[in-house]
């Protein structure tokens, strides 16, 4: 014998403020209400539902929707509330005003289930009544339906749902991605025949995207850099971000998940921070090139280029960290990059302050010295920062100068002689480390003076000074 499953829902909601004697019923869908609306003598399993409306065809929409609802609800429903809170708070001259309204909305969401297309008024019975206001010439209508629904029905609704909601999920190989191994994020909707289904999953990737960039954002924030501060981009690696999307027939959904393997990001930035070290030890080595060779300044040039490379180097130690890179590999990264550090100074230093010059200078002035001209030659070159060595072996460079003055002439204008001497110059500059010499030349000055050949020399002495500095400068350059 069947359970009778009756359910009466009225779903009155007068149209007026006018009294409801004031509306008189002037048709019906059939003379008499039917026995199963007065009696509710009923031998099956039934559910009634009435609705009142404007119009006869929307109290029929009305009734059919509130069956359908209900039905849902019996198998599958949630409710959520949500309180608004409006506070009007005004003073109008010692008088103070305050008015709280608060709103409390319920709202019930029916859970998807595709057997609910099934459910028509074709299976019903129906019978409705119209009502009419002579006064205000308005009128309603009640829509009333009888449709059977038994335990079983429901039992069976129950049984798809739960099935439906066992088949909604992305595939089980998925599971994987979802472990603490793993950051990612899984985005799901409905397939819509208004969009193609690449445009669909291209929706939920960029989505799902964009929450792995707040989950890194957030690593970013909590983690902080290694200098306790992030001074550069932290967008991962696209290479890095994986994506699978799936199509799940039972539900009609579409499943997009990206993600990240943070074991393999790990790996990925460490070789990243061994290009980069292989970059720096190739600078250092084109340096001491450029040192045993006598180049300095290029060598220079080339150690200031392993800024740029150690500056590159932030970015993947950051993420080796956020990725958790095994703390023993990290340890080394940091130590290596420490040590190719303290390299780069030392010889930079070193190339600072250890440019050796051993200066021999004979500037002979008719069998008397002039000593100025080593002087200031050796002045000039300590403000580049070198020093000076007596050891020439021991020196990078090795400046000799040769001078020598010769007379030239007279010339008598009146009472006044005028004495004309030159100063030639023999210049050598050697580099040691290489072993070569890399100029050799010589170069002549004139000098007059009105006192004699001496004073002429001196002269010449004065002008043929700084173009040897130059030219010694210039080469050690």
């Known amino acids: 014998m069947r359970k009778i499953f009756t359910v009466l829902i009225l779903s009155f909601i007068p149209l007026l403020a006018f009294s409801q004697k004031d509306f008189k019923l002037v048709e019906q869908s059939q003379k008499e209400k039917p026995e199963w609306l007065t009696s509710y003598n009923l031998k099956e399993a039934l559910m009634i539902q009435a609705n009142r409306a404007a119009s006869l065809e929307d109290a029929k929409n009305s009734v059919m929707t509130s069956l359908l609802n209900n039905i849902a609800s019996s198998v599958a429903v949630q409710i959520t509330s949500k309180t608004d809170v409006n506070v009007d708070w005004s003073v109008s001259g010692e008088n103070e005003v305050y008015n709280e309204d608060m709103k409390t909305t319920t709202t019930m969401e029916i859970a998807d289930m595709p057997a ?3 459910i028509s008024l074709s299976k019903a019975e129906t019978y409705w009544e119209k009502y009419h206001n002579k006064k205000t010439d308005e009128t309603y209508y009640d829509y009333y339906i009888l449709y059977p629904f038994t335990y079983q029905d429901l039992e ?37 025949a208004n969009k193609s289904e690449a445009e669909l999953v291209n929706n939920l990737l960029d989505v799902a995207r964009a929450n792995i960039a707040k989950q890194i954002q957030i690593k970013v924030k909590d983690n902080s850099s290694i200098n306790g501060k992030t001074t550069f981009a932290t967008d ?36 990243q921070t061994d290009v980069i070290f292989n970059d720096v030890e190739k600078h250092l080595s084109v340096a001491d090139t450029y040192v045993e060779t006598g180049f300095v300044a290029k060598a220079k040039d080339e150690l200031k280029k392993t800024e740029q490379e150690f500056a590159k180097l932030e970015k993947p130690v950051f993420f080796m960290t956020l990725f958790a890179l095994p703390d023993y590999e990290l340890q080394e990264v940091l130590k290596r990059r420490n040590e190719l550090e303290q390299t780069v100074k030392r010889k930079i230093a070193d190339m600072e302050y250890g440019i050796n010059i051993y200066v021999e200078c ?39 100068i040769n001078a020598n003055s010769r007379e030239y002439n007279k010339v008598n204008l009146g009472n006044t002689s005028n004495y004309f001497s030159y100063v ?24 007059g003076h009105t006192h004699g050949f001496t004073e002429a020399a001196r002269d010449a002495y004065k002008k043929i000074s700084p173009k040897i500095i130059e030219l010694v400068t210039e080469n050690i350059k």
Request: charged share 30%; aromatic share 12%.
């Open 116 to 118: 609910l297309q099934g």
């Open 156 to 192: 069976s609704l129950i049984e798809e749902y739960n099935k439906a909601k066992t088949l909604d999920k992305y595939p089980d190989e998925w599971k994987v991605f979802t472990s603490h191994d793993y950051i990612y994020d899984i985005q799901s909707e409905k397939k819509d």
């Open 236 to 271: 991962i690696d696209v290479t890095l971000l994986l994506t699978k999307s799936h199509f799940n027939p039972h539900v009609n959904k579409i499943y997009a998940i990206a993600y990240v393997n943070k074991q393999e990001a790990a790996r990925f930035y460490k070789r």
């Open 362 to 400: 004979n500037a002979d002035m008719f069998g008397q010295k002039y000593p100025n001209l080593q002087k200031e030659l050796k002045a000039k070159l300590s403000e580049t920062g070198c020093s000076f060595t007596d050891d020439k072996a021991s020196a990078t460079w090795a400046v000799i």
């Open 424 to 447: 030639d110059a023999e210049i050598t500059l050697e580099k040691v480390v290489a072993g070569k010499t890399v100029y050799e030349d010589m170069i002549t000055e004139k000098g």
